[in-house]
């Protein structure tokens, strides 16, 4: 029984897509943002330099759709990982869109929404390869992404401050690829955080774990079948 739980964990946390995708981000955590970061998945041992990730406006007013940062993209680890510095208040706290280019011919500043209708009409890339939304409910603002991300996110109903894939590098352009990670910051370096259930560790650079509260869950589960079948 214990060999059966111990392989199931080993698939949940390993299993992923090859495609290169966003999976997992920080733009706001708690006291002031220094440890903001940007993380993709994809083949390992891969240098992804040639991507872009970029976040737009999204907030209410004249800028929604400028490019408010642009990320350059490293080399992934063995286990198909590759994560940013941390970033001191680059990634914003309202309502944003990160968006995974090639392509780029773009710069920060430029503005992909010209007439502020929530739909991209100057398109300075080759493709967009994954994207994902982050939206605080103001009134006015605008996302460009078909995954949005809000406070039903999990049940603290507060906008999220960062977010993970579980399983990783799983795309299947729902909010349902996604679990809210702990705003008190567990798992970044100097944070002693509190995960509360629905939430699940800051993993900067590492395997998304699955969360506690789903995890005992699938071994009750089990037991449950278990017993039942004896």
């Known amino acids: 029984m214990k060999k059966l739980i111990c392989t199931l964990a080993v698939l949940a946390l ?3 897509a090859s495609a290169q995708v966003i999976n997992e981000f920080v733009a706001n955590h708690v006291s002031t943002d220094t440890n903001e970061y940007l993380e ?11 991507l872009r990730i970029l976040q737009l406006e999204g907030d209410s007013g004249s800028a929604q759709g400028n490019i408010d940062s642009v990320t350059t993209p490293g080399t992934t680890g063995a286990n198909g990982i590759w994560v940013s510095a941390f970033l001191n208040n680059v990634i914003e706290n309202g309502t944003i869109t990160l ?6 011919t773009g710069a920060v500043g430029t503005d992909t929404d010209t007439n502020n209708d ?3 009409d100057n398109v300075v890339w080759g493709s ?3 994207s994902v939304a982050v939206s605080d409910g103001g009134v ?4 460009y992404s078909s995954v949005v991300l809000t406070s039903s996110l999990a049940p603290s109903g507060f906008t999220p401050g960062g977010a993970s894939r579980f399983p990783n590098g ?4 729902t909010v349902g690829d996604w679990l809210r990670n702990d705003f008190d910051g567990a798992g970044i370096p100097g944070f002693v955080g509190n995960v509360d259930p629905g939430e699940i560790l800051n993993t900067p650079g590492g395997i998304n774990p699955e969360p506690a509260t789903l995890g005992l869950l699938a071994i009750g589960s089990l037991l449950f079948g278990r017993r039942r079948m004896s």
């Open 118 to 120: 929530g739909v991209i």
């Open 14 to 16: 390993t299993t992923g």
């Open 170 to 173: 799983v795309d299947t352009d």
């Open 40 to 50: 993709i998945y994809g083949a390992a041992n891969t240098d992804y330099s040639s």
């Open 99 to 104: 968006l995974l280019v090639s392509g780029f």
């Open 140 to 143: 006015g603002d605008l996302t």
């Open 128 to 130: 967009i390869l994954d």
